[in-house]
């Protein structure tokens, strides 16, 4: 996927091939406890009736992250901790019998949807190339990312508006948007309780079901709903298969998505996209400095170069 034109502050045009499709060219080149629903502390617990009650609590998942409405039980003062967090993130893309995997590790804040990521691409098929790591940072209605390389000077970032991207950066970026994530869920519908597990000792509860992203765009805050929107229009179907693992206050600590589209348009040859966001470490300290508009990159960035 790629977006034609995109302005930085400047107002110059820049063309950008983003991470994603880097890396395919590349390839291709080469839970404990029991009982069922109810409220903690102002949380939707996991139901594990399943139909309408666990689509509920995975509404109320997202709607926790984006609402502000945490009360931190058992923090110092009641320190709402569920407003930031820090994340890890995979995108498994499958095109023409080829499996490329990117990763990321950093902080996002929920409630100023702001975030910093570090991506790591893999090498190229033929395991010869590094490529550096990318950095990403979120904001809202803009993915700024540095280390893109393809003829950016080192010292330059990318902006790019994500309210124009056909994917709404769901996929664009390398990694989801983490609020983006959560936001998605509010479009679940055909929610089923898989059962009990646990996440780096944490015990969680796993559900599985089908979201509409037309309808979590209606659904979701205003700060996700233009990119959701996008999204609605850009993919091939609405529905996106996901799992979602919630813990014992009802947040969210892990959701995959599987995401399909035609690679270079409607009548394009399909492509697979496993997105998986984790969160851990609530109440992480998130720090997002953005680049003035002087260290913007406003020229034509060259697809197959790094």
């Not at 609402?67 to 967090?85: F, H, I, K, L, M």
């Not at 095109?95 to 990763?103: E, F, K, M, Y």
């Amino acid at each position: 996927m790629v977006v034609q034109q995109h302005r930085s502050g400047g107002g110059a045009r820049a063309v950008c091939a983003l991470a994603v499709v880097g890396v395919m060219a590349a390839a291709a080149g080469c839970s404990a406890g029991g009982g069922s629903g109810g409220v903690v502390g102002g949380r939707a617990v996991a139901d594990e009736r399943g139909g309408a009650d666990s689509a509920d609590v995975v509404h109320r998942a997202a709607e926790v992250l984006a609402g502000g409405d945490g009360r931190g039980e058992n923090q110092p003062g009641g320190r709402d901790v569920t407003g930031s967090a820090e994340v890890r993130t995979s995108m498994e893309t499958a095109a023409g019998g080829t499996r490329v995997t990117i990763t990321g590790r950093g902080t996002y804040d929920f409630r100023k949807r702001l975030g910093r990521l570090t991506l790591v691409l893999p090498k190229d098929a033929a395991g010869e190339e590094e490529h550096r790591p990318i950095t990403e940072l979120f904001t809202p209605g803009a993915l700024y990312m540095k280390n893109r390389g393809a003829g950016v000077p080192d010292s330059k970032w990318v902006r790019v508006d994500t309210t124009a991207l056909e994917d709404g950066n769901l996929v664009t970026g390398g990694a989801t948007d983490p609020m983006a994530a959560a936001e998605l869920l509010r479009g679940a519908r055909e929610v089923t309780y898989v059962g009990r597990s646990e996440l780096a000792g944490v015990p969680v509860r796993h559900y599985r079901g089908i979201t509409d992203i037309g309808r979590a765009a209606r659904a979701a805050s205003a700060g996700s709903r233009d990119a959701l929107a996008a999204a609605a229009r850009g993919f091939r179907t609405d529905a996106v298969p996901f799992d979602v693992y919630l813990d014992e206050a009802g947040r969210l600590r892990k959701v995959r998505h599987r995401f399909s589209f035609a690679n270079g348009g409607h009548s394009g040859p399909v492509v697979q996209v496993v997105s998986t966001t984790l969160l851990s470490g609530f109440g992480a300290s998130v720090t997002v400095e953005l680049p003035d508009d002087r260290d913007i990159y406003t020229g034509k960035i060259q697809q197959g170069q790094r």
